[in-house]
């Protein structure tokens, strides 16, 4: 938990497939309106997770990574499972590897940490924003 008067910032997704991006919500606000800054639509919250101050370079930096032109929907669910099945090795080579497979996500190769044991919250990142692409938009009401 963050220390009181903390910002906080929530992952959202825009509908029309830009890339993900962190909102600012004031504390207490679950009825805030989030709008896709490339855009301008309204997006919806990314369950999980939120970032400080300290933290939202992490996220920036990852989501800036995937290529989400090239990634496409139906593929992002798949990349995710095969991301998680090498995260289970506990070796970050296999999910150097596992990435490797897929132009979409080369970008990441530059971040990847190091040490290796942050390797974990680093592929955890990276297949909840997966998870966040794959899945359809369901309802703006998601956020209200
Ligand atoms: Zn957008």
């Known amino acids: 938990m963050s220390a009181d ?8 997704l825009c509908p029309r ?5 962190l909102a600012e919500l004031p504390p207490g606000s679950g009825t805030a309106r989030v709008s896709c800054p490339a855009c301008g639509s309204r ?3 990314i369950p999980g997770a939120y970032y400080t101050t300290a933290t ?7 989501a800036e ?11 992002a669910s798949t990349i ?7 995260a289970r090795h506990d070796d970050a080579a ?20 190091e040490p290796a044991r942050e390797m974990h919250a680093f592929i955890g990142l ?4 997966l998870d966040a692409y794959a899945a359809p938009v369901v309802s703006e009401a998601a956020v209200e």
Do not use: M, N
């Open 43 to 45: 997006a919806r919250l």
């Open 17 to 21: 497939g830009h890339r993900a991006f």
């Open 126 to 129: 990276v297949i909840a924003l």
């Open 80 to 86: 995710a499972s095969e991301l998680a099945l090498a």
């Open 65 to 75: 990574a995937i290529d989400v032109g090239a990634l496409r929907r139906e593929r």
């Open 56 to 62: 939202r370079s992490r996220f920036e930096r990852v």
């Open 5 to 12: 008067g903390e910002h906080k910032y929530f992952p959202a």
């Open 94 to 113: 296999f999910v150097v590897r596992a990435l490797a497979e897929h132009p979409e996500l080369a970008g990441l190769a530059p971040l990847l940490p």
